[in-house]
């Protein structure tokens, strides 16, 4: 099972260094996480990419399973999520943390609390909100969703697999870098801001370029 690594100092001190995080549940309990994936990127580029089945101690529905393919017996000799959460702190905490839609950041918040564990701190972005102002366009053209910006931005993913969901959602904040000149660090700000002021103030630099 692939283990996170630490990132070498120099990559602290960029601006477009983040993870990426996605997870899968086993039933209709956010906090029933039955996998979980990382994506970590640096200088724009991704540079570590991986995913752990974690034992969500409690039952599989059949509408999860349909989505993500993930059975009881596939999850048996995983560890629970308190044997896993000190290595997903040792990634996520103090880190700038990407995940698509505030899901994530739900399913974990509440894995830890019903195990007993410290929730995590990190700066999270939801990679929907920076889409919406980066690629405007795609309101009336499919949408934010990730089978949308698969079409639009020619990612290359399996859907509904922790890990490559991860990277996915990462691959998106990256060609909002690349589209707009805002850093990661810039779009913890932007992405708050009405969608609205933003894309104008996009349209008016570009005019004067």
Not at 10 to 18: I, K, M, V, W, Y
Not at 69 to 81: C, F, K, M, S
Not at 106 to 112: G, K, S, V
Request: aromatic share 6%; proline share 4%.
């Amino acid at each position: 099972m692939a283990r996170p690594i630490a990132a070498p100092d120099g990559l602290r001190l960029d601006p477009n260094a983040f993870v990426a995080v996605d997870v899968e549940t086993a039933n209709g309990d956010a906090g029933s996480i039955c996998q979980i994936g990382f994506a970590r990127f640096a200088e724009g580029q991704l540079v570590e990419n991986w995913s752990w089945l974690v034992h969500p101690q409690t039952y599989f529905s059949a509408g999860n399973i349909a989505i993500h393919g993930i059975r009881p017996g596939d999850v048996t000799h995983a560890p629970d999520w308190a044997a896993i959460h000190q290595r997903v702190a040792d990634v996520m905490t103090g880190q700038i943390v990407v995940s698509h839609t505030a899901f994530d950041v739900t399913a974990i918040t509440r894995a830890c609390l019903a195990h007993g564990c410290p929730v995590i701190d990190a700066q999270w972005l939801d990679s929907v909100r920076v889409a919406r102002r980066a690629f405007p366009e795609l309101k009336t053209r499919g949408g934010h969703g990730l089978a949308s910006l698969k079409r639009h931005l020619k990612l290359d993913f399996a859907h509904h697999d922790a890990g490559e969901d991860a990277r996915a959602a990462g691959q998106v904040v990256a060609a909002a870098v690349r589209a707009t000149g805002l850093s990661v660090t810039d779009w913890l700000t932007e992405a708050h801001r009405p969608a609205q002021a933003v894309i104008a103030e996009y349209e008016a630099a570009r005019q004067l370029i």
